[in-house]
C-alpha cells in the first residue's frame, strides 16, 4: 500500500539546492528497476498549522528548482521506515517542478 500526501493548499518552497542522493559509499544512488538517477531536494511545506522541513527523493532528471523558489510535487508519498532502533519517514515524489505564477490580466 502507498501513502500519498495531499499538498493542496500547502504552500512548498526549496530550502536547499538539489543534490545527488548518494549511498554510504559516496556513489549515487539510483532506483531499482530503472536505473534512473535520484536526487535529494529539501523543502519547507507551509500551512495554517505551521511548517515542516521535509527532504523529497525524486529519480530521474535532477529538478530544476532554487532555493526559495515555490515548487510543485507530484504526487508526493511518505515512506515509513525502521532500521536499527531507528525510524522515520522517507518522502519521495514523481517530480518536482517550478510553480507557475498566475499570468497578469
Same mark, same amino acid.
Given at each position: 500500500?502507498? *501513502?500519498?500526501?495531499?499538498?493542496?493548499?500547502?504552500?512548498?518552497?526549496?530550502?536547499?539546492?538539489?543534490?545527488?542522493?548518494?549511498?554510504?559509499?559516496?556513489?549515487?544512488?539510483?532506483?531499482?528497476?530503472?536505473?534512473?538517477?535520484?536526487?535529494?531536494?529539501?523543502?519547507?511545506?507551509?500551512?495554517?498549522?505551521?511548517?515542516?522541513?521535509?527532504?523529497?527523493?525524486?529519480?530521474?532528471?535532477?529538478?530544476?528548482?532554487?532555493? $526559495?523558489?515555490?515548487?510543485?510535487?507530484?504526487?508526493?508519498?511518505?515512506?515509513?521506515?525502521?532500521?536499527?532502533?531507528?525510524? $522515520?519517514?522517507?518522502?519521495?515524489?514523481?517530480? *518536482?517542478?517550478? *510553480?507557475?505564477?498566475?499570468?497578469?490580466?
Amino acid at each position: 500500500m502507498k *501513502l500519498y500526501v495531499d499538498t493542496t493548499g500547502k504552500q512548498v518552497t526549496v530550502s536547499k539546492q538539489t543534490e545527488p542522493k548518494n549511498d554510504q559509499n559516496g556513489n549515487q544512488r539510483s532506483e531499482k528497476n530503472t536505473g534512473r538517477l535520484m536526487w535529494s531536494t529539501q523543502v519547507i511545506v507551509l500551512d495554517e498549522t505551521g511548517g515542516e522541513v521535509i527532504t523529497i527523493t525524486t529519480a530521474g532528471e535532477k529538478p530544476n528548482v532554487t532555493v $526559495g523558489q515555490l515548487v510543485a510535487i507530484e504526487q508526493l508519498e511518505a515512506i515509513p521506515w525502521a532500521t536499527n532502533g531507528r525510524n $522515520g519517514v522517507a518522502f519521495r515524489a514523481v517530480s *518536482l517542478k517550478p *510553480l507557475q505564477a498566475p499570468s497578469a490580466k
